[in-house]
């Protein structure tokens, strides 16, 4: 057994949102979440599975059917609900944060382009958190895309995922005319906060740097420090389960 192995209530959620109804299987679904958990960790190669788990061609088969079918999409929006819902907070988030993450890129078959102010060459991570840093949505381009660009592909994803927020906190990457644009096309109230450094230094801004520490747990996961992902969707799917494993942990 290994540390980011499922505990069996953790399965019995999954299970009942995912598995509502009994049947047999060939393959033990439990251990296919495991390895995938174990491979987002580690950061290890899908061909580096330990033995103890199914063969990886297996797992990485299950992995693309189920991004395909946006179970991670479901687990992690169920997920979220049942810990708002644990911590007396509506299920539903109304106020969401956006920001983005420069990541580097980690081989020559990675998708990546070069952030010029960060000095960065990888790719950008656009997310969406509520006001605990919990994922709501995210969106990966290469590092190149100014936010401001990107912000409104983000909010298509959002929409689709939780229209129940209302309004968006953002930083100084997402002003001018960006603001109008997303509250007629989307009907999202965007608040642009400076963050300043002010006379007695930098100070931090509570509910927009909530972010930051999601971001903070992005890099606790190996296969997220650096972009290892030939495609976007995969990128992005990776940024979803470590998300999924973060709040099965909360529950």
Same mark, same amino acid.
Not at 80 to 108: C, H, M, P, T, Y
Not at 112 to 132: A, E, F, L, M, P
Not at 239 to 251: R, T
């Given at each position: 057994?290994?540390?980011?192995?499922?505990?069996?209530?953790?399965?019995?959620?999954?299970?009942?949102?995912?598995?509502?109804?009994?049947? !047999?299987?060939?393959? #033990? /679904?439990? %251990?296919?979440?495991?390895?995938?958990?174990? *491979?987002?960790? =580690?950061?290890?190669?899908? $061909?580096?599975?330990?033995?103890?788990?199914?063969?990886?061609?297996?797992?990485?088969?299950?992995? !693309?059917?189920?991004? #395909? /079918?946006? %179970?991670?999409?479901?687990?992690?929006?169920? *997920?979220?609900? =049942?810990?708002?819902?644990? $911590?007396?907070?509506?299920?539903?988030?109304?106020?969401?944060?956006?920001?983005?993450?420069?990541?580097?890129?980690?081989?020559?078959?990675?998708?990546?382009?070069?952030?010029?102010?960060?000095?960065?060459?990888?790719?950008?991570?656009?997310?969406?958190?509520?006001?605990?840093?919990?994922?709501?949505?995210?969106?990966?381009?290469?590092?190149?895309?100014?936010?401001?660009?990107?912000?409104?592909?983000?909010?298509?994803?959002?929409?689709?995922?939780?229209?129940?927020?209302?309004?968006?906190?953002?930083?100084?990457?997402?002003?001018?005319?960006?603001?109008?644009?997303?509250?007629?096309?989307?009907?999202?109230?965007?608040?642009?906060?400076?963050?300043?450094?002010?006379?007695?230094?930098?100070?931090?801004?509570?509910?927009?740097?909530?972010?930051?520490?999601?971001?903070?747990?992005?890099?606790?996961?190996?296969?997220?420090?650096?972009?290892?992902?030939?495609?976007?969707?995969?990128?992005?799917?990776?940024?979803?389960?470590?998300?999924?494993?973060?709040?099965?942990?909360?529950?």
């Amino acid at each position: 057994m290994y540390p980011t192995d499922l505990t069996e209530a953790q399965w019995q959620y999954i299970e009942k949102v995912l598995l509502p109804q009994e049947r !047999r299987r060939k393959h #033990d /679904l439990k %251990e296919i979440w495991n390895a995938i958990f174990y *491979l987002v960790r =580690s950061g290890c190669q899908w $061909r580096m599975l330990p033995k103890d788990y199914p063969k990886w061609e297996l797992v990485y088969y299950y992995f !693309r059917k189920w991004s #395909d /079918l946006q %179970e991670f999409d479901l687990l992690l929006s169920n *997920l979220r609900e =049942s810990v708002r819902f644990k $911590r007396k907070q509506n299920k539903e988030a109304s106020l969401g944060i956006i920001d983005s993450q420069s990541v580097k890129w980690g081989n020559n078959k990675a998708l990546k382009g070069i952030d010029g102010n960060k000095k960065i060459k990888g790719i950008k991570r656009h997310v969406v958190v509520d006001k605990n840093g919990f994922l709501i949505a995210v969106m990966v381009t290469v590092a190149n895309i100014h936010d401001s660009k990107a912000a409104n592909l983000l909010m298509r994803v959002l929409k689709e995922l939780c229209s129940s927020v209302k309004t968006i906190i953002a930083d100084g990457g997402y002003r001018g005319e960006l603001a109008d644009n997303i509250r007629n096309t989307f009907g999202y109230v965007l608040q642009v906060i400076i963050s300043g450094y002010q006379k007695h230094g930098f100070r931090p801004i509570a509910k927009r740097w909530v972010i930051e520490r999601t971001f903070a747990w992005f890099d606790y996961n190996r296969r997220l420090c650096r972009n290892y992902e030939t495609t976007f969707d995969s990128a992005e799917e990776m940024v979803k389960i470590a998300s999924i494993k973060l709040l099965l942990n909360k529950i």
